[in-house]
């Protein structure tokens, strides 16, 4: 057993705090907002993520679990993961590293003002390992802030997907050491993570040691990616809507070519959320600072293509619509940017309904977990508590978040409820078949 601080507690910080609690480590969560703190350390979940709040419930009950708002109380710990947000910069698409360098302030002056840096003989000194995504070079300038109080510094990216942040840190598809160049310091720190993950280890889970910048890459780029195979498909699906085309089958199609792979292939509104917008955006800034731009200027074609997604639902929207789209009631199911999750940051659903209100649209929205957060929000919109609310007198229907409780809606009995039957799929989710058989209008992204 390890003694562990995780340092921010928010969707990262709060998922890996419980999840090293519930591998049977002393874990003590630290984060400045108070709020957050009082409900983590109830063991209530300020977000929703599937199997969290069980987590939390357990491991404070058991004792393994706590939250304060002192740094002073992660001062024993032997291993502090720091989970902070880095947020683009305002006016900017840099990752802003303010929250990252105070944590690591914070927990440089609670380690010296406690002694928690000396160590006996054979004793390794306390551990910061870096978990938040970073810009390249982060790490190796926050180990030089450390070194000289003999703090050791690793990098250990996260690979989290909302809805299955639980599942993704117990059963990790890899995990990545990011070390120092010195060997020793290295050797430490190996050691120490071996110990945190010794479960996850012991179940063949592939590790990968790297140095820092290979780490901080591996994260970036991995998202990279993935954003381009989902602008990708979208792009197809604009040249499917122009040919006749059929952009699922298409995908079915490609994704059997093992090189390529069905996963992320669903074309769609585009992604969003607190990731992938901001992490593409702050790894070009970061190319462009390293004098290597050109080589990431693809991504800025990602992530205006996949902005565009959102106008291009609204058009398909507005070319079937019978009557002006002023005046016309929308039903809008789904506001979180993905199923699973009640988060908004960048939601492409929430931005069409918002548009679509602006526009004169009188839009009335339904999800199961983000109607709360939406009406803090102010949108301009109607939030109602279920689909048979929001599809009331509808002129059209938008499904825009995949949730199971939509992709299972019924089509005849929505018929019965709607004005018009008119449902624009912005996520492909639906059975398109069975919504014309039961007599609608069915419009996808790139559906034939």
């Known amino acids: 057993m390890k003694r562990i601080s995780v340092v921010g507690c928010g969707y990262l910080g709060a998922v890996h705090a419980a999840c090293m609690a519930e591998l049977g480590h002393s874990v003590v969560g630290i984060d400045t907002d108070a709020d957050r703190i009082a409900a983590l350390a109830a063991g209530r979940a300020p977000f929703f993520e599937p199997g969290l709040a069980e987590l939390l419930r357990r491991g404070v009950e058991s004792g393994r679990l706590r939250f304060s708002t002192?740094?002073?109380?992660?001062?024993?710990?032997?291993?502090?993961?720091?989970?902070?947000?880095?947020?683009?910069?305002?006016?900017?698409?840099?990752?802003?590293?303010?929250?990252?360098?105070?944590?690591?302030?914070?927990l440089l002056a609670a380690l010296s003002g406690h002694g928690g840096a000396a160590r006996g003989p054979g004793e390794d000194g306390p551990l910061v390992v870096g978990k938040s995504t970073v810009p390249v070079g982060t790490a190796a300038a926050l180990a030089e802030r450390l070194r000289p109080a003999g703090i050791g510094l690793a990098w250990n990216p996260e690979f989290l997907r909302e809805g299955f942040?639980?599942?993704?840190?117990?059963?990790?598809?890899?995990?990545?050491?990011?070390?120092?160049?010195?060997?020793?310091?290295?050797?430490?720190?190996?050691?120490?993570?071996?110990e945190v993950y010794a479960e996850l280890l012991s179940r063949e889970t592939p590790k990968v040691v790297a140095d820092y910048a290979t780490a901080e890459l591996v994260k970036t780029s991995a998202n990279a990616f993935l954003a381009?195979?989902?602008?990708?498909?979208?792009?197809?699906?604009?040249?499917?809507?122009?040919?006749?085309?059929?952009?699922?089958?298409?995908?079915?199609?490609?994704?059997?070519?093992?090189?390529?792979?069905?996963?992320?292939?669903?074309?769609?509104?585009?992604?969003?959320?607190?990731?992938?917008?901001?992490?593409?955006?702050?790894?070009?800034?970061?190319?462009?600072?390293?004098?290597a731009g050109e080589s990431l200027d693809f991504l800025r074609d990602v992530d205006a293509l996949n902005t565009r997604q959102r106008t291009r639902v609204i058009e398909l929207l507005r070319a079937r619509l019978?009557?002006?789209?002023?005046?016309?009631?929308?039903?809008?199911?789904?506001?979180?940017?993905?199923?699973?999750?009640?988060?908004?940051?960048?939601?492409?659903?929430?931005?069409?309904?918002?548009?679509?209100?602006?526009?004169?649209?009188?839009?009335?929205?339904?999800?199961?977990?983000?109607a709360d957060a939406v009406?803090?929000?102010?949108?301009?919109?109607?939030?109602?508590?279920?689909?048979?609310?929001?599809?009331?007198?509808?002129?059209?229907?938008?499904?825009?978040?995949?949730?199971?409780q939509f992709r299972s809606l019924d089509p005849a009995e929505v018929r019965e409820r709607v004005a018009h039957p008119l449902v624009v799929d912005g996520r492909n989710c639906l059975d398109a078949a069975t919504w014309r058989a039961a007599g609608w209008t069915y419009v996808g992204m790139g559906r034939r």
């Open 70 to 106: 002192d740094y002073a109380e992660a001062a024993d710990a032997e291993v502090h993961f720091i989970a902070v947000g880095t947020p683009q910069v305002e006016g900017g698409d840099a990752a802003d590293l303010r929250f990252i360098e105070a944590a690591a302030d914070s």
């Open 165 to 194: 942040a639980v599942q993704d840190t117990l059963s990790p598809d890899r995990l990545v050491y990011g070390l120092d160049p010195d060997p020793e310091a290295a050797r430490r720190a190996e050691r120490s993570l071996d």
């Open 228 to 291: 381009t195979k989902i602008s990708f498909i979208n792009a197809m699906a604009e040249l499917c809507d122009a040919t006749g085309a059929d952009v699922a089958t298409l995908a079915e199609a490609i994704g059997h070519d093992d090189r390529i792979g069905r996963k992320f292939l669903r074309a769609g509104i585009g992604f969003g959320g607190g990731c992938l917008p901001k992490d593409i955006r702050a790894f070009a800034a970061r190319a462009e600072e390293l004098g």
């Open 322 to 370: 019978d009557g002006p789209l002023e005046g016309a009631r929308i039903a809008v199911l789904g506001a979180a940017f993905k199923p699973d999750s009640d988060d908004i940051r960048d939601s492409p659903a929430l931005d069409v309904a918002r548009t679509l209100a602006r526009l004169g649209a009188r839009v009335r929205i339904a999800d199961p977990e983000a």
């Open 375 to 404: 009406r803090r929000l102010g949108t301009g919109c109607e939030v109602v508590d279920s689909a048979a609310e929001a599809t009331a007198d509808a002129d059209a229907v938008m499904v825009l978040t995949e949730w199971p």
